[in-house]
């Protein structure tokens, strides 16, 4: 196995390292350069494998400031601006074209053309 592998396995054996990858207080490259350096048996890993009734506390304590005000302001942040453009823009094409579909069937029931005769002259 290579050291990624290795690194690989040691992550699955230890999930609460993705609980510091997504609060974004560590990175992936980090804990591999920590595991590169260290190994996996060293205490510099004490600080990032809590114990269970640490982890639940800080589960409980993300759950509350998930649903704050700063994270909804922070989501609004990642949302790429381009994208819901693009996604209104279809819309609104969408509801153009139907709203279109309902005005040609009513006019085309209230039309008053009448056709010509075929070999009628307009001096006739």
């Known amino acids: 196995m290579t050291n990624v592998d290795n690194f690989k396995s040691f992550v699955r054996k230890n999930p609460r390292l993705l609980t510091h990858v997504r609060n974004g207080t560590m990175s992936w ?5 920590m595991y590169d350096l260290y190994g996996e048996d060293e205490n510099i890993w004490n600080e990032y494998l809590k114990s269970s ?9 993300t759950r509350s400031a998930g649903k704050t005000l700063s ?10 601006t381009d994208k819901l453009q693009d996604g209104i823009t279809s819309i609104q094409k969408a509801i153009g074209l139907f709203g279109d579909m309902l005005t040609k069937d009513s006019q085309s029931e209230t ?14």
């Open 111 to 124: 039309s008053t053309y009448t056709p010509r005769q075929i070999y009628r002259r307009f001096d006739d």
């Open 71 to 80: 994270s909804i302001i922070e989501m609004a942040k990642n949302i790429d």
């Open 53 to 61: 009734t640490e982890e639940k506390s800080s589960k409980e304590e």
């Open 29 to 33: 490259q980090k804990f591999y350069e």
